[in-house]
């Protein structure tokens, strides 16, 4: 994430799958998941072009396309709550890559 713009997403992917014709013999089961440290607004979704929601097992489809898209919003450490194990803040120890304590 660059400059504290929290309106984009740190993850984006998108997709575009095009068939002239297609079978489906066994109808699939699909699903995305957002796991680690990503917040609500993560999201994805496919737009279709004659290809229903669900497919069915042994109907041919023809000129299909999908567009797919994911979305995923990274927690930063503004997004932790404080004093919390994930929150890097709680660590009492100086940072020697900063010149905390230049004893060693």
């Given at each position: ?84 194990e994930d929150d890097p803040g709680t660590d009492t120890e100086p940072d020697r890559a900063t010149g905390g304590d230049d004893t060693c």
């Open positions: 994430m660059t400059g504290g713009d929290r309106e984009n997403p740190d993850v984006e992917f998108t997709s575009r799958v095009r068939a002239d014709e297609i079978t489906f013999f066994e109808a699939p089961e699909t699903r995305v998941e957002f796991p680690g440290d990503t917040d609500d607004r993560s999201t994805s979704g496919s737009e279709r072009t004659n290809l229903p929601k669900p497919v069915r097992e042994t109907e041919t489809y023809e000129d299909i396309q999908v567009d797919y898209r994911i979305e995923a919003y990274l927690r930063t450490e503004v997004d932790l709550p404080l004093g919390t």
